[in-house]
């Protein structure tokens, strides 16, 4: 059973920066892809980042290209999303997910695994 536990929402400047993570148990991850998806109050949820466990490539929405990096610690078995240079719109719920196989594409059918969520509030 995979679980996966976000941390490190909270409220801030825009300008400012949080970096979130995702405990991730339950198994192996040597061959999965992991992502961050995103919701905002009203809106469907998107794709945000994603990462190959292994390997490490990475993959961004236009949206936040440049100003979020996404990582991995192997040994922690934790994903992380540093996000720098937050704007209002950046507001939303962000997910933690994992997929097996190694899939680390944009696609939310494409992740089996969720986490709970944690908020961020960006205001201006």
């Known amino acids: 059973q995979v679980q996966l536990v976000e941390s490190g929402g909270g409220l801030v400047q825009a300008g400012g920066s949080l970096r979130l993570s995702c405990a991730a148990s339950?198994?192996?991850?040597?061959?999965?892809?992991m992502g961050w998806f995103r919701q905002a109050p009203g809106k469907e949820r998107e794709f945000v980042a994603s990462?190959?466990?292994?390997?490490?490539?990475?993959s961004y929405a236009d949206s936040v290209k440049g100003r979020f990096t996404i990582s991995r610690d192997s040994a922690k078995n934790t994903l992380y999303l540093q996000m720098d240079s937050l704007k209002p719109e950046d507001t939303a719920v962000y997910y933690c997910?994992?997929?097996?196989?190694?899939?680390?594409?944009?696609?939310?059918?494409?992740?089996?695994?969720w986490g709970q969520g944690t908020q961020v509030t960006v205001s201006s």
């Open positions: 997910a994992a997929a097996s196989g190694g899939y680390y594409g944009r696609s939310m059918a494409g992740y089996a695994y």
């Open positions: 339950g198994r192996t991850f040597f061959n999965y892809g």
């Open positions: 990462i190959r466990w292994i390997g490490g490539s990475t």
